[in-house]
């Protein structure tokens, strides 16, 4: 298991095994979001067996699988959402973690400076430096509106 601090609240994984549940609750998690597309891993892996995992060790769970394609705004606000009213530290996981990242910084974009949306990703272990355009034109967007 490698489990990663964005912020204080908010870490990201790549994917998570049904065994894991016990540890992420004994680390504070309070809730687990599946990022991860069923599609993409087999059924002992797939979001059933990790709720059900989840659910058994005292966690929350929730279920927005994210692609290039559904990488929406509508889906980044949810992610935000689901994260913000969660009432304790969240783990999302996707295959490496850096779709979780991702959204997380769509979702800062506007809300922090580039730069510490990157320095924090980057902390994280994921540099997503080729993000810094979009992460700008959303800032922009948002706060043009």
Same mark, same amino acid.
């Given at each position: 298991?490698?489990?990663?601090?964005?912020?204080?609240?908010?870490? #990201?994984?790549?994917?998570?095994?049904?065994?894991?549940?016990?540890?992420?609750?004994?680390?504070?998690?309070?809730?687990?979001?599946?990022?991860?597309?069923?599609? !993409? #891993?087999?059924?002992?892996?797939?979001?059933?067996?990790?709720?059900?995992?989840?659910?058994?060790?005292? &966690?929350?769970?929730?279920?927005?699988? &994210?692609?290039?394609?559904?990488?929406?705004?509508?889906?980044?606000?949810?992610?935000? !959402?689901?994260?913000?009213?969660?009432?304790?530290?969240?783990?999302?996981?996707?295959?490496?973690?850096?779709?979780?990242?991702? #959204?997380?910084?769509?979702?800062?974009?506007?809300?922090?400076?580039?730069?510490?949306?990157?320095?924090?990703?980057?902390?994280?272990?994921?540099?997503?430096?080729?993000?810094?355009?979009?992460? !700008?034109?959303?800032?922009?967007?948002?706060?043009?509106?």
């Amino acid at each position: 298991m490698d489990i990663r601090q964005i912020t204080p609240n908010y870490f #990201v994984a790549p994917q998570l095994d049904p065994a894991d549940m016990a540890d992420i609750a004994a680390a504070g998690i309070t809730t687990i979001i599946s990022n991860r597309p069923d599609e !993409e #891993v087999p059924p002992p892996f797939q979001a059933d067996a990790i709720e059900v995992a989840a659910r058994a060790a005292g &966690l929350g769970f929730v279920r927005l699988p &994210l692609t290039h394609q559904t990488m929406t705004p509508p889906n980044v606000a949810a992610q935000m !959402e689901h994260a913000a009213t969660a009432g304790g530290p969240v783990l999302a996981y996707c295959a490496s973690g850096t779709r979780s990242t991702v #959204v997380w910084c769509f979702g800062q974009a506007g809300e922090m400076a580039t730069d510490d949306i990157l320095n924090a990703a980057r902390a994280g272990g994921y540099d997503l430096e080729n993000l810094r355009p979009t992460l !700008e034109a959303i800032a922009q967007a948002k706060n043009s509106a």
